[in-house]
C-alpha cells in the first residue's frame, strides 16, 4: 500500500455536513459525485495532502444507510491506494484478510475499489483504491 488516499465519513445531510466541513477546513469541497450501485452520494475535500470523504445515503438499502442506523454519524472507513488492486487483494486473501469484494469494482473519484471486512482488520472498514487508468 502506498498511501491513505482518504477517510471516508458517513454523514445524514450532505449539504449540512459540506457547510461544517468547509468551516472546520478551511476550503471548500471539490466535488460532490454520485455513486449510483452504492446508493451514495460524495464530497470530497483536500487538506494538505490528505482527501476526506463525506458519503450520504440515496436509499434505504444502501451500505451508508445501514451503517447510520447501526452506528450514526463518524469515521466509516480508511482507504489505502494501491498500485495494483487485484495483487493486492490476492496478497492479502492469502494474509488471511476477508475481502468483500474480490472483483474490483467503480467507486467515486475515478478508482476501483475493494473493501476488507472489518471483522478481519481490528473493526476498522478498510477500502483499497487503485486510479482508473484510461
Do not use: W
Amino acid at each position: 500500500m502506498k498511501k491513505i488516499e482518504h477517510i471516508g465519513i458517513a454523514v445524514k445531510n450532505l449539504e449540512t455536513s459540506n457547510q461544517l466541513f468547509e468551516k472546520l477546513l478551511g476550503v471548500a469541497h471539490y466535488k460532490i459525485e454520485e455513486v449510483l450501485s452504492e446508493g451514495v452520494r460524495t464530497s470530497f475535500f483536500k487538506s494538505g495532502p490528505n482527501k476526506i470523504e463525506l458519503l450520504e445515503a440515496t436509499n434505504e438499502e444502501s451500505p451508508i444507510a445501514k451503517y447510520l442506523k447501526k452506528k450514526g454519524e463518524g469515521v466509516h472507513h480508511i482507504a489505502f491506494a494501491v498500485d495494483d488492486i487485484v495483487s493486492e487483494i490476492e496478497r492479502l486473501k492469502k494474509e488471511g484478510f476477508v475481502i468483500l469484494n474480490e472483483t474490483p469494482k467503480k467507486g467515486a473519484d475515478h478508482k476501483l475499489v475493494a473493501f476488507i471486512h472489518p471483522k478481519t482488520a481490528n473493526g476498522v472498514l478498510v477500502e483499497l483504491c487503485q486510479e482508473i487508468k484510461e
